[in-house]
């Protein structure tokens, strides 16, 4: 499936605000903490979008302490929307994208939709997305799905990138998720 060379990491919204009104919001904190600080050890192209952020808050802190990702503001629900976002997705040359975030039902899911209209192989990471309500988040999820979008976990993806037990990183990766 992947190759650190050859996916783009999409972090969509993972906002003070947002998170803090999920059921799950610590939960799915840990799991973004985890797929960032994996994104920052394999070094793993990473772009990290905002929704309004005057309103509802800068990226969490613990997101932006890990490495000094591009954060993308946007307005749009969908990223693609934003010319830089279209500009750093198109420099990276990568045509398969790991996506999670908040709301899945909204952020997400029309990022992921624009994405596979323009040629791209998408995959969401379900435990490292949320929406206020759990209905959402599956309907969501089946219905990227059915548009042609594949759905996997945060540990599907970080073996799958490390692809073996002899990858120099393997400990460290492996320690994220013990």
Do not use: W
């Amino acid at each position: 499936m992947f190759d650190v060379k050859n996916v783009t990491i999409v972090c969509i919204d993972i906002q003070d605000k947002l998170v803090k009104m999920l059921a799950n919001g610590e939960l799915i904190k840990n799991n973004v903490l985890k797929m960032m600080k994996a994104a920052s050890v394999l070094d793993i192209n990473t772009i990290i979008t905002e929704q309004y952020p005057k309103g509802l808050g800068a990226t969490i802190s613990e997101i932006t302490d890990i490495k000094d990702f591009d954060v993308i503001e946007k307005n749009s629900f969908s990223a693609y929307k934003t010319d830089i976002f279209r500009e750093l997705i198109e420099k990276n040359k990568t045509k398969k994208i790991l996506i999670f975030g908040i709301e899945t039902h909204i952020c997400v899911l029309q990022t992921v939709v624009d994405l596979l209209e323009k040629g791209y192989e998408v995959f969401i990471v379900e435990d490292c997305s949320a929406s206020r309500s759990e209905r959402n988040h599956n309907v969501a999820l089946n219905l990227a799905k059915s548009y042609g979008a594949k759905v996997i976990t945060l540990e599907i993806a970080l073996f799958d990138l490390l692809k073996s037990s002899k990858h120099p990183n393997f400990k460290e990766i492996q320690s994220l998720i013990k």
